[in-house]
């Protein structure tokens, strides 16, 4: 069994870019988080995905923006990049019926 | 919201002995105490939680223990071995709501 996935590994982009990354839940899982991790830091909480829909949001801007699909995949885009949006993107899935939460290996992100 | 801090920011210990590590949450509406092992490079691990209605929760090595009326709740591992050399991470939700993080404990263990 697959768990959580993700894509890319690492990314490289330019201040003022837009960049769009990607996830797959865990088998059996319909509901996808996303976190963002500076370096040295927790995970922060971006946003939350269930049935297709934005169901709660975290402290973080417009520009960050995501999507989830009929098959529960997610992507997270962010426009506008800044030198502080460097950090690890993380996503992580449960089943909406459940706790526990799983989570993937992460994109590192790098905005020069 | 919901705030989780955790002790210490850094742990080291001899080989054998045991480390605990403590966070503290403020939302007295949480009910769901994650904690996650992070090694060098890798996504968050689950390694045990706990919910709200249980006081303590024991696998092989590693036990969490829970104070709702204090608002705090404590990781406990055993024998450490090397390979649990890694940054460990506390959570609160309320579930299935959002998860917030402590700050992280990298421990250390010294063969």
């Known amino acids: 069994d697959a768990g959580v996935t993700q894509s890319p590994t690492h990314l490289i982009k330019t201040r003022g870019q837009q960049v769009t990354l990607r996830c797959s839940p865990k088998s059996g899982h319909d509901t996808v988080s996303w976190y963002q991790q500076a370096l040295g830091q927790g995970p922060q909480f971006i946003f939350q995905y269930y049935e297709e829909e934005e169901r709660q949001r975290g402290n973080f801007p417009d520009r960050f923006s995501g999507h989830q699909f009929p098959n529960y995949s997610s992507e997270l885009n962010v426009n506008a990049l800044l030198l502080g949006d460097s950090a690890l993107y993380l996503c992580?899935?449960?089943?909406?019926?459940?706790?526990?939460?799983?989570f993937g290996p992460g994109t590192r992100l790098t905005v020069t | 919201g919901e705030n989780v801090e955790q002790h210490p920011s850094t742990l080291s210990v001899q080989e054998g002995d045991s480390a605990v590590i403590k966070c503290t949450y403020s939302?007295?509406?949480?009910?769901?105490f994650p904690w996650y092992k992070q090694e060098l490079g890798k996504g968050p691990q689950l390694i045990i939680d706990?919910?709200?209605?249980?006081g303590e929760k024991k696998d092989q090595r590693i036990a969490v223990t829970l104070n709702k009326t204090a608002k705090h709740f404590s990781l406990h591992i055993t024998e450490t071995q090397p390979e649990d050399s890694a940054v460990y991470f506390c959570?609160?939700?309320?579930?299935?709501?959002?998860?917030?993080f402590g700050a992280g404990t990298r421990l250390t263990v010294k063969p």
């Open positions: 992580a899935s449960r089943s909406i019926v459940g706790s526990e939460q799983y």
């Open positions: 939302d007295s509406a949480s009910n769901y």
């Open positions: 706990i919910r709200s209605n249980v």
């Open positions: 959570a609160a939700s309320m579930a299935p709501g959002d998860m917030r």
